[in-house]
């Protein structure tokens, strides 16, 4: 995969030798977080993970994993390590106003000439 680069933009002449260098390296900054970003996206992405000890009780149930991984960056073998949590925030109670609500607003736009009879919908 080609590294990727950022379109060169002009740097204004009056900017000081300190406001260039600034420039540059945000650019570099910003190519250099797109591929860290890309890969940690990446689900194919390999990574050795392992149970981390929280050291102590949360309300809600809490699970977290370290990870180690070498990632590639601008043709730079670098180590990443990182952390992941999950949280669980409890079942979705759905109210039976709510759903309602919810079920006439639908129809009532099903209804509509929105979404003319026969249009596929299967309605």
Do not use: C
Request: glycine content about 8%; overall charge positive; cysteine-free.
């Amino acid at each position: 995969m080609a590294t990727p680069r950022l379109a060169a933009l002009a740097i204004p002449e009056g900017f000081t030798a300190h406001e260039r260098l600034l420039v540059e390296k945000a650019e570099i900054a910003v190519v250099k977080g797109l591929q860290l970003e890309r890969w940690s996206r990446d689900p194919k992405r390999t990574i050795k993970q392992f149970s981390l000890d929280l050291n102590r009780s949360y309300k809600l149930p809490n699970k977290a994993w370290g990870y180690f991984s070498d990632v590639t960056i601008s043709g730079q073998t670098l180590t990443a390590l990182g952390v992941q949590q999950q949280v669980e925030f409890g079942p979705i109670v759905r109210r039976p106003e709510v759903r309602r609500v919810r079920t006439r607003g639908l129809q009532g736009l099903l209804d509509s000439e929105a979404f003319p009879r026969g249009a596929g919908l299967g309605v």
